[in-house]
C-alpha cells in the first residue's frame, strides 16, 4: 500500500505556457501532501505544503501566483507552473501524507520532468 | 528542524558493509531520525527510522549513539542497485513537512 501516482511524468512546455502536474494517492487518503522542486545534482526543496481543503502554505522564496496549489479531495492535489520559463525547468516531486500519519510516513511519487523551451 | 551533515560522496565495492554516518548536533528531544534514498529521476523512498539505540529492518540498520547527536545508516553487503543518495532527516513527529539536506551520493563499484 501507500502509492503516490504523478502525472505526466515528462512534460515539455513552450516558454509562456501554464502546466499542470496530478499528484495522487492512489490506496490510501492523504489530507497533506507536498510539493518539492529538484534540480540537477541538488537536493529536494520544499515548495509548499497542500492541505485538502484549504490554501497551500509556501516556503519562503516560492511564488504563490506562479506555483498554483490545489487540493481538492483527500487523493488529488496538483501543482500548476503558469508561464514557464526555463528556469522552471526542474524535476518536480510530491509526497504525501496518511490520514493520521506521523512525520516519516510521507509517500513519494515518481516525479515530473518538466523542460521550458 | 535539526541540520544535518552528512558526506556529500561515497564509493564502496560490491558485496561490502556500508556505513553513511550523518551528524545532527542540534537535534532535539522529541526529535526522530530517518533516512530516505533517491534514485535518479525517482522520488524518495522511506528507508528507515529511529530514536535511539539500534533498528533494523530488512533493508538496513541504523545505530543511534546514547547522545544522538550522530546516527549511522548501515547497508549490509551492497549491491550495484544500492547506487543511490541518501538522505538523513530528523525532525518530529507530527511535523509537517520534511527537509532534506544535501545527502550522500553512494556509488557501488562491481
Known amino acids: 500500500g501507500a502509492v503516490v501516482s504523478q502525472h505526466p511524468s515528462r512534460v515539455i512546455c513552450k516558454s509562456g505556457t501554464s502546466v499542470k502536474i496530478e499528484c495522487r494517492s492512489l490506496d490510501f487518503q492523504a489530507t497533506t501532501m507536498f510539493w518539492y522542486r529538484q534540480f540537477p545534482k541538488q537536493s529536494l526543496m520544499l515548495m509548499a505544503t497542500?492541505?485538502?481543503?484549504?490554501?497551500?502554505?509556501?516556503e519562503q522564496g516560492v511564488e504563490k501566483d506562479k506555483f498554483l496549489i490545489n487540493h481538492a479531495s483527500l487523493t488529488l492535489s496538483t501543482l500548476t507552473v503558469t508561464s514557464a520559463h526555463p528556469e522552471d525547468s526542474s524535476f518536480y516531486i510530491c509526497?504525501?501524507?496518511?490520514?493520521?500519519?506521523?512525520?516519516?510516513?510521507?509517500?513519494f511519487g515518481p516525479g515530473t520532468r518538466l523542460t521550458v523551451t | 528542524l535539526a541540520k544535518t551533515t552528512q558526506p556529500i560522496s561515497m564509493d564502496s565495492y560490491e558485496g561490502q558493509e556500508v556505513n553513511i554516518t550523518c551528524s545532527h548536533n542540534n537535534i532535539a528531544t522529541n526529535d526522530y531520525i530517518t533516512w530516505y534514498q533517491q534514485f535518479p529521476s525517482q522520488g524518495p523512498r522511506f528507508i528507515i527510522q529511529?530514536?535511539?539505540t539500534k533498528v533494523t529492518n530488512e533493508v538496513a540498520s541504523l545505530f543511534i549513539p546514547a547522545d544522538r547527536k550522530s546516527s549511522t545508516l548501515s547497508l549490509p553487503r551492497v549491491s550495484l542497485s544500492d547506487t543511490a543518495v541518501y538522505y538523513c532527516?530528523?525532525?518530529?513527529?507530527?511535523?509537517?513537512?520534511?527537509?532534506f539536506g544535501t545527502g550522500t551520493r553512494l556509488t557501488v563499484i562491481p
Open positions: 529511529g530514536y535511539k
Open positions: 497542500s492541505n485538502e481543503g484549504s490554501k497551500a502554505t509556501y
Open positions: 509526497s504525501a501524507r496518511k490520514r493520521g500519519g506521523t512525520f516519516h510516513e510521507q509517500y
Open positions: 532527516l530528523v525532525g518530529q513527529t507530527g511535523a509537517n513537512n520534511l527537509f
